[in-house]
């Protein structure tokens, strides 16, 4: 809290100390690295939090290059501080007017994860409106995000209303994506309506999308009718994939019953030994 008020305050002064920061020289970080065995680069991405958040507060602008600048020297931490920035815009503007820093940052992940944040929030505001300005991106790389962001948040208020828009969309990622997130977000909430929607759509890659959604949300509690629908994938790849996640997920849940399905449903050979095989972490 230190960092960020003096970098709300002087930007310029709490950057150059920060950029001449040496936790491991220097005797007053001791205490922390010694003996509360504190990360020294765990303790300069926490300072780099507030840092953040004080320049976001003060000149987004100049909050944003920087973060852009650790983007390139490596930091994984960027794409969440981005999120901060993106958070400290909103709060002296709407949402529908932050759209325009989200917009003028260069193109890149980074660009990407702004507006993406600034989308979900635009949802809060005015659904329909936030919905136009993601349908200009539905051919663009930033697509797959934005209209996922939408399509969940509004799928969350009006279901309905957000799955007809995303079916009027052109075909692609970002329309992939949007079903995907707003069946996933419906089907947590409302299965049955959910499931009568999907009986609904003709076929389609956006309701093999949907369908992926469905059928993840439900693996664990009805592994069964996750592999029904499942198996109507159109796209035999998205199928399979499909297959792999509602497998793995009944796994977790009934090792044997999901090791007797793979086996004799007939997947392919590559598909079961993913299934039953998972990586380490996933298992």
Do not use: C
């Not at 936790?23 to 001791?30: A, K, L, W």
């Not at 990360?39 to 987004?60: E, I, S, Y």
């Not at 089907?187 to 049955?192: E, F, G, I, M, V």
């Amino acid at each position: 809290p230190a960092l960020a008020g003096w970098a709300s305050a002087d930007p310029k002064a709490a950057l150059a100390w920060f950029e001449g920061l040496n936790i491991e020289g220097n005797p007053d970080f001791d205490y922390l690295l010694n003996d509360r065995k504190v990360n020294p680069n765990g303790l300069r991405d926490h300072l780099m939090r507030g840092l953040v958040q004080g320049l976001a507060d003060k000149d987004p602008i100049i909050a944003s290059e920087f973060v852009r600048e650790m983007a390139e020297n490596g930091n994984n931490g960027a794409p969440r501080m981005m999120h901060t920035i993106a958070d400290a815009v909103m709060r002296t503007n709407k949402p529908s007017q932050a759209t325009s820093w989200a917009e003028a940052l260069p193109d890149g992940p980074l660009r990407q994860v702004a507006m993406s944040r600034v989308a979900d929030r635009f949802v809060d505001e005015d659904p329909k409106a936030a919905a136009e300005w993601a349908s200009s991106y539905a051919t663009e790389p930033e697509g797959r995000s934005v209209i996922g962001e939408v399509g969940a948040n509004w799928s969350h208020r009006d279901p309905v209303a957000a799955l007809d828009w995303l079916t009027e969309l052109p075909e692609g990622h970002g329309q992939n994506n949007g079903m995907h997130r707003a069946l996933h977000d419906w089907t947590h909430r409302d299965p049955a309506s959910a499931s009568a929607y999907l009986s609904s759509m003709d076929h389609s890659p956006a309701k093999d999308s949907a369908i992926t959604g469905f059928s993840s949300r439900i693996a664990h509690d009805d592994p069964q009718a996750a592999i029904a629908w499942a198996e109507t994938i159109s796209s035999e790849g998205q199928r399979n994939e499909t297959m792999i996640a509602v497998g793995r997920a009944w796994a977790r849940k009934d090792a044997q019953a999901a090791s007797d399905w793979a086996v004799s449903a007939g997947l392919p050979e590559n598909v079961q030994q993913v299934i039953l095989n998972p990586p380490k972490d996933q298992r």
